[in-house]
């Protein structure tokens, strides 16, 4: 697989495809997330401090409001807001099972309560380094729940304008027979050649210029997988 598409199939036999997120983008929805929880709990306690000062009672309900909000802020919001946090929504990512279904209850309290772990040994280095390795960017927590991170609604917009511009481009049989594998490499290629930048794609197209016989690799790519898709010459 090019790049950080995760693939998958479902039980009807379905191909998809996730992009997953990697670390600068999910530590800055961290982040966000992180500032709107401290900016909540700092106006909460003050509501508490005035209404039951430096009381026992104050102390005890502002320990019970910290850990409620810094333990099920991203729970409920994952599970309610179909996967997105504040952060996550404003960093367009998402949490989602690993076979592309919406999160759950279990799996969303699972992964954000071993952030304990992944934060060891310290500043979520092992988180960091699990993500590093990982093929889908996978920090422990989500490893253990079976969740990823994937981006959202750009991906499924470009998506998309992959299967139209292909639908509706130009049209060109192969130059060389081609294996079914191969066939399903093109298209593949063409459904995501918007997801790429223009320099990646025409590397990628690059790699099998044997096609495009003498022609620019990345046109010629798209019009052989237009053919295969049955537009004709």
């Known amino acids: 697989m090019i790049d950080t598409i995760h693939a998958l199939q479902t039980p009807e036999g379905v191909d998809l495809a996730l992009r997953v997120a990697g ?6 929805a961290w982040a966000v997330d ?3 929880q401290l900016f909540g709990l700092a106006g909460v306690q003050v509501l ?3 209404a039951f000062g430096g009381s026992g009672l104050a102390l005890g309900l502002d320990a ?10 991203p729970v409920l919001f994952e599970v309610l807001g179909h996967g997105q946090t504040p952060g996550k929504r404003m960093l367009r990512i998402r949490v989602v099972q690993e076979n592309g279904t919406p999160v759950g209850w279990a799996s969303s ?5 071993l952030l304990v772990a992944d934060f060891l040994p310290f500043l979520y280095l092992a988180g960091l380094v699990s993500m590093c390795v990982d093929p889908s960017f996978r920090r422990l927590g989500d490893l253990a729940a079976g969740t990823l991170v994937s981006h959202a609604d750009e991906r499924r917009s470009a998506w998309r304008a992959g299967r139209a511009a292909v639908a509706e ?11 079914l594998e191969e066939q399903g490499a093109v298209i593949a290629f063409a459904e995501r050649e918007p997801l790429l930048s223009r320099e990646r794609a025409d590397e990628l ?5 044997v096609l495009a016989g003498g022609e620019e690799p990345r046109s010629r790519l798209l019009a052989i997988a237009a053919w295969l898709l049955g537009r004709g010459a």
């Not at 670390?23 to 800055?28: H, T």
């Not at 019970?64 to 802020?73: E, K, N, R």
């Not at 309290?109 to 309560?113: E, H, K, P, Q, T």
């Not at 481009?169 to 294996?179: D, I, M, R, S, Y």
């Open 205 to 209: 197209a690059g790699i099998a210029d």
């Open 34 to 36: 992180l500032g709107l």
């Open 169 to 179: 481009g130009p049209a060109a049989p192969p130059t060389l027979p081609l294996t």
């Open 64 to 73: 019970i409001v910290v850990f409620a909000v810094l333990w099920f802020y």
């Open 48 to 50: 508490i401090g005035a």
């Open 109 to 113: 309290v699972l992964r954000n309560f």
């Open 23 to 28: 670390p600068v983008p999910r530590a800055l």
